[in-house]
């Protein structure tokens, strides 16, 4: 089964993380196939090695973190490699794999400027 992660920074107030929740949702309803997991680098629940166990125990053999942060600052060069290394030397049989984050795609980009120009219009 292929697993997919939605891995956030996380934050005090609960709220924040309300998007996530959506987006979560959303992946589940447009691609049943896969199983996806939030994960949160600090402050909130579940841990990315957490999220990944939980695949793992669904019976995920193929797990790609998608870290949903806007740009590649200190905790994606810097931390997060620590945090994927060692799920992958924990689960050694699984195939785990990041993206870049999400705001370096051009598509991601694409859909901020085209809701802003969507505010302009209303």
Not at 46 to 53: D, G, K, M, N
Not at 80 to 92: D, R, T
Request: glycine content about 6%.
């Amino acid at each position: 089964m292929q697993a997919i992660v939605l891995f956030g920074h996380g934050a005090r107030d609960i709220r924040w993380r309300e998007p996530f929740d959506r987006l979560a949702a959303l992946w589940r309803t447009q691609h049943s196939e896969s199983a996806v997991e939030l994960a949160f680098l600090e402050m909130m629940e579940p841990s990315l090695e957490q999220a990944i166990a939980s695949l793992v125990a669904a019976g995920a053999t193929k797990v790609v973190v998608v870290p949903v942060f806007f740009g590649q600052g200190a905790h994606l060069r810097n931390d997060f490699p620590v945090l994927l290394s060692a799920c992958q030397e924990k689960y050694p049989t699984i195939a785990l794999s990041a993206t870049p984050a999400v705001g370096e795609d051009l598509a991601v980009l694409q859909a901020i400027v085209d809701f802003g120009a969507r505010a302009l219009i209303s």
